[in-house]
């Protein structure tokens, strides 16, 4: 069974950093991509960042861009998401999504989210 | 990045209705369009892949159509357990990005 765990969110104040993990399970993950994609309360989906099987291509939404950092660990089977320099607007449910390796890479299995707030 | 609006933001349905929801893509996306539905605090959930191909294990009543720039979701008669908001996307482009989502409520 393919599983997905998100943790690290937490209440932190502006300017500082958190880190986000997401452990991989029931599937060979250096197979697919990974993407965190976050949700602001009460709002739509967002979508953060990604990064391929092997590290090689990693993207990121412009709001991010800069302070946020994808990584990933295929040994430890981890994907992470290091934020610094982090804004009120950055509050939300952080979800880690795994993306089909097919031709329409559709995020087929998702976490259920760890949830970060950002403020003093 | 693509643009992706949907339509209407929210509607109000009834058990058995038709419902359409609608996408448009600010740029030829061909079929690289994915529908997800969300129901209050769960994660999302894929229905519809490649514009239309229904992930295994979602009902037949949902179906996705359209290609280019415009996409719909249709479910042919509205459940109890549909009652959510629904999400198009895009993966043609590496950025990946979503509609604002449409809430389907009663």
């Known amino acids: 069974e393919v599983q997905l765990v998100e943790s690290g969110g937490g209440l932190v104040q502006p300017g500082r950093s958190l880190r986000l993990s997401c452990a991989a399970s029931?599937?060979?993950?250096?197979?697919?991509?990974m993407h965190w994609v976050r949700q602001a309360p009460g709002k739509g989906l967002e979508w953060v960042s990604s990064?391929?099987?092997?590290?090689?291509?990693?993207e990121y939404a412009d709001s991010v861009k800069g302070r946020f950092t994808i990584s990933r660990d295929n040994a430890k089977n981890s994907v992470s998401l290091q934020m610094n320099s982090l804004k009120p607007e950055d509050t939300a449910l952080y979800y880690c999504?795994?993306?089909?390796?097919?031709?329409?890479?559709?995020?087929?299995?998702w976490g259920q989210g760890t949830r970060v707030t950002v403020s003093s | 990045d693509i643009q992706m609006t949907q339509s209407p933001p929210s509607l109000s349905a009834s058990v058995g209705d038709r419902v359409i929801i609608a996408c448009r893509a600010s740029?030829?996306?061909?079929?690289?369009l994915n529908w997800y539905q969300q129901r209050p605090g769960q994660a999302p959930k894929l229905l519809v892949f490649?514009?239309?191909s229904l992930q295994s294990g979602v009902p037949s009543r949902f179906s996705g159509g359209g290609s280019g720039t415009e996409f719909t979701l249709t479910i042919s008669s509205l459940q109890p357990e549909d009652f959510a908001t629904y999400y198009c996307?895009?993966?043609?482009?590496?950025?990946?990005?979503f509609g604002q989502g449409t809430r389907v409520q009663i």
């Open positions: 999504a795994r993306a089909d390796s097919g031709f329409y890479q559709y995020f087929d299995y």
């Open positions: 990064i391929s099987w092997n590290s090689g291509l990693v």
């Open positions: 029931g599937f060979t993950f250096d197979d697919f991509a």
């Open positions: 740029e030829n996306i061909a079929s690289y």
């Open positions: 996307q895009q993966t043609y482009r590496t950025r990946r990005t």
């Open positions: 490649g514009a239309s």
